[in-house]
């Protein structure tokens, strides 16, 4: 365990150097407090920022995983932010220390493939660069697509003109008055084995790319997308909790969530993602049916029926007792 690592898995890091670029994203270099070096990452891991004391959010290390001296992040200040990317563009300057978890991979890449075609749409390019590092520096095939509207939103198109890969990058404006620079149903190579295609950035976005590359014949274990920003229905008929150690009870109305109508009545669960993606929230239930979700218990898991995300998931029946 590295030395100023608390014992929850977080740590302090300090804000060495915060860039502004254009499409309201700021990037944070993230280094040691006293120099030291950083936990290891791979390709496509993310780290947990801490927001306030119940909030955090997941941000892709989009820098060279071979270099241990900084973790870099970016931030896109979303216009429907519910506190966390707004009060980190507003709150943290250069200087600022921050609480952070160590890194954690759930899109990590396949080193052995033949080919790797990663498209990053927007700030979905984060975790691309760290994978194109990562592919690069082991002398692998592959091609990155950087799916932007315009220069105007176009962050990153210095860090990848001045990449070690430069010669590798595709970058593609899609203006919505015209036909798509990078159109999935024309552009992707033909599929041959051993090609694996990584995708990241809006929900419609990796729908349109990774459905056409189903649909051209790419193997559904080859395809593999980033789920930060999943849109999760919320509504629902209302039901009530059981927090059985606290022995509170409260209601979860329509639109409502379990985290927020809990934290209502006093009864705080850490949530980071907040739409069924980070396992953060997952909590154990002891009586009730689950509706689940969420994006992260496997189909063996829902279907036991003993945890669930309160986050997103709901319950079935009138009725749910948590272990909380
Ligand atoms: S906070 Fe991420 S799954 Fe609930």
Redesign the pocket.
């Known amino acids: 365990m590295v030395a100023f690592m608390s014992v929850k898995g977080e740590f302090s890091v300090l804000v060495a150097e915060r860039v502004d670029l254009p499409g309201d994203i700021m990037t944070l270099s993230l280094t040691a407090p006293e120099g030291q070096t950083l936990p290891p990452f791979s390709a496509g891991a993310h780290v947990d920022v801490r927001v306030n004391s119940t909030v955090t959010r997941q941000y892709s290390l989009h820098g060279d995983p071979a270099d241990p001296r900084a973790y870099q992040i970016a931030i896109l200040k979303d216009p429907a932010s519910r506190g966390g990317s707004a009060a980190l563009h507003d709150g943290v300057r250069t200087g600022t220390a921050l609480r952070i978890g160590a890194p954690r991979n759930h899109f990590p890449l396949a080193m052995d493939a033949n080919f790797s075609l990663l498209v990053g749409g927007g700030i979905g390019i984060t975790p691309m660069i760290a994978m194109a590092h990562a592919l690069h520096a082991a002398g692998r095939d592959f091609r990155l697509h950087y799916c932007v509207t315009g220069p105007e939103k176009a962050a990153f198109t210095d860090v990848l003109s001045a990449a070690s890969f430069a010669d590798k990058v595709v970058i593609n404006y899609d203006r919505s008055d015209a036909a798509p620079a990078f159109d999935p149903t024309r552009d992707l190579p033909a599929a041959t084995d051993g090609m694996h295609i990584y995708c990241c950035g809006p929900t419609g976005f990796m729908d349109w790319i990774l459905g056409a590359a189903e649909a051209q014949g790419h193997a559904k274990h080859c395809l593999h997308r980033e789920d930060f920003g999943a849109e999760v229905d919320q509504s629902g008929t209302a039901f009530t909790v059981e927090a059985q150690r606290s022995g509170k009870m409260v209601e979860v109305v329509d639109g409502d969530t379990i985290?927020k109508a809990l934290a209502r009545i006093g009864i705080t669960v850490?949530?980071?993602?907040?739409?069924?993606?980070?396992?953060?929230?997952?909590t154990d239930v002891i009586a009730g049916e689950i509706d689940h979700r969420?994006q992260?218990l496997t189909d063996e898991e829902k279907a036991e029926g003993t945890m669930m995300?309160?986050?997103?998931s709901r319950a079935r029946s009138p009725r749910l007792v948590l272990d909380l």
């Not at 995300?309 to 997103?312: A, H, N, Q, T």
């Open positions: 985290a850490d949530v980071s993602c907040e739409e069924g993606v980070c396992g953060t929230c997952l969420d992260y995300l309160v986050c997103c």
